[in-house]
């Protein structure tokens, strides 16, 4: 697939670009709020409410001072940049925004630019950025090296981001939550022993957070501590259970993870999107 060089330059240079005009019977470069859908490729899951009320009070007292960036869907639109001022002018008793259409924008590049909107303006917390970045990756055919070019930064950065999403649900929501920062999430991460790194979680969070050079020097020495070998049978059911993670993986193209316990166990499918949602399940009943 051909990439697109450059979004780590700005979003400025990407807006400018020739836009078709807005429907008969709106203002000059104005669309309708009731006409236009969220980006289904947001990687945003959570709006800060106070942010937007902020948001809010300022389009009421100056008007939206930039356009959002919109792609046509048959009758309607679909927000490529700009959900916050969408979501804010709709609160502000607007009944139109000032809007720029790009009918030739493709899925790569509605995700590419909603990512990379909200990581310019830092609002995606780290669990977020990483799910985007994954999900660009494994959509459009890119490797972290390229992934790193179009956001501006490092393949270390991101392939350091990625790898956040091994973390178990509650470490990474504890980290979309503010509660342990991405130097002790990476700390946490060069322990492999899930029941050392649940016990280290708890310490982390028990006391007030220590420093991630703290953080690094307790997960070293939970590391270094030898554990106790798996039995042979233990050792070829987790085999068997990559395997059939990988399986899972190839079939739904998303992330899944398999968890013995007892007789049964629990099965995880990753998802980051209502759309990515429902994709998996047309799968699932196929």
């Not at 649940?198 to 220590?210: K, N, Q, T, V």
């Amino acid at each position: 697939m051909k990439t697109r060089k450059g979004l780590g330059k700005g979003l400025a240079a990407l807006i400018s670009e020739a836009d078709t005009p807005a429907p008969a019977g709106a203002a000059p470069g104005d669309i309708a709020l009731d006409l236009i859908d969220p980006n289904p490729f947001q990687p945003r899951q959570v709006f800060d409410d106070e942010s937007l009320d902020d948001l809010t009070r300022s389009i009421q007292v100056q008007g939206i001072l930039q356009p959002v960036l919109l792609r046509r869907n048959g009758e309607r639109f679909q927000l490529i940049v700009g959900e916050r001022r969408w979501r804010a002018a709709r609160a502000a008793g607007l009944s139109a925004i000032p809007a720029q259409v790009r009918d030739s924008a493709t899925d790569e590049e509605m995700l590419e630019l909603a990512l990379l909107e909200n990581v310019q303006r830092k609002d995606l917390n780290p669990i977020e950025i990483a799910q985007a970045i994954l999900r660009l990756q494994e959509s459009c055919h890119l490797t972290q090296e390229m992934v790193a070019e179009k956001l501006g930064v490092s393949r270390a950065h991101v392939a350091n981001l990625v790898r956040l999403l091994r973390l178990p649900e509650r470490i990474k929501t504890a980290l979309a939550d503010g509660r342990v920062t991405m130097g002790h999430a990476r700390a946490l991460l060069s322990v492999s022993d899930e029941k050392q790194q649940s016990e280290l979680f708890e310490r982390f969070l028990a006391d007030g957070r220590p420093t991630v050079r703290e953080a690094e020097d307790l997960t070293r020495r939970a590391a270094a501590k030898p554990r106790k070998k798996p039995a042979p049978a233990d050792h070829r059911q987790e085999l068997e259970l990559r395997k059939l993670e990988e399986r899972l993986r190839r079939v739904l193209s998303t992330r899944v993870r398999i968890k013995a316990r007892g007789r049964g166990g629990v099965l995880e499918i990753q998802f980051f999107s209502a759309a990515d949602l429902q994709r998996i399940l047309d799968l699932l009943e196929k």
